[in-house]
């Protein structure tokens, strides 16, 4: 079976930020199926790992959740080590029959470091401490670079405007905005 290039999800905005000390990641609520909107509300980023790491994730509801139960086991079995945690998930994603099948992307965080992580075996460390995923990412990421280069906004404020924006933008997003900050 050929893996194809990595999918925009039509799903989602999440947008991640490491800046001043804070890590701070950000998403909307609404979760679609084809054209019609199944909830507004969806909580689609985690603390994980006694409160010290991020995650969010855009795809497939179930198949993110699982994702997510899988990371958060390779974080607990490293101690915390988000590096270490995340070559491990990514080599079970990329090898794992069931794991291999499942589309989603995510962001892991923790105050320090930033990785963006795909059923591709990618494990991508932004250069800017800045990463957004889903079909409003591009959105969000180019918002959030100018008010980061721009603006005086804390990093809870730039990821809070930068999905205002992507919403604005992409229909797959709304503004039931969920974030959370370390």
Request: glycine share 8%; proline share 2%; hydrophobic share 40%.
């Amino acid at each position: 079976m050929e893996r194809s290039a990595i999918k925009i999800l039509h799903s989602t905005t999440v947008v991640g930020l490491i800046k001043d000390g804070k890590a701070v990641i950000g998403s909307d609520g609404q979760v679609t199926f084809g054209n019609a909107v199944l909830k507004h509300t969806a909580k689609k980023i985690r603390k994980l790992y006694n409160g010290t790491v991020l995650a969010g994730f855009a795809g497939g509801t179930a198949d993110a959740f699982a994702l997510l139960q899988r990371f958060e086991e390779k974080l607990e079995s490293s101690r915390g080590q988000l590096n270490r945690s995340v070559i491990e998930f990514a080599k079970d994603w990329r090898t794992d029959r069931y794991l291999r099948r499942l589309e989603a992307m995510m962001i892991v965080m923790n105050k320090e470091k930033m990785f963006v992580l795909t059923g591709n075996g990618d494990v991508v460390e932004p250069d800017d401490n800045l990463a957004a995923i889903g079909s409003g990412g591009p959105y969000a990421l180019a918002a959030a670079r100018a008010l980061v280069q721009h603006s005086k906004l804390d990093p809870r404020n730039i990821v809070e405007v930068s999905l205002k924006i992507a919403s604005q933008i992409c229909i797959y997003t709304n503004t039931e905005f969920t974030i959370e900050e370390l």
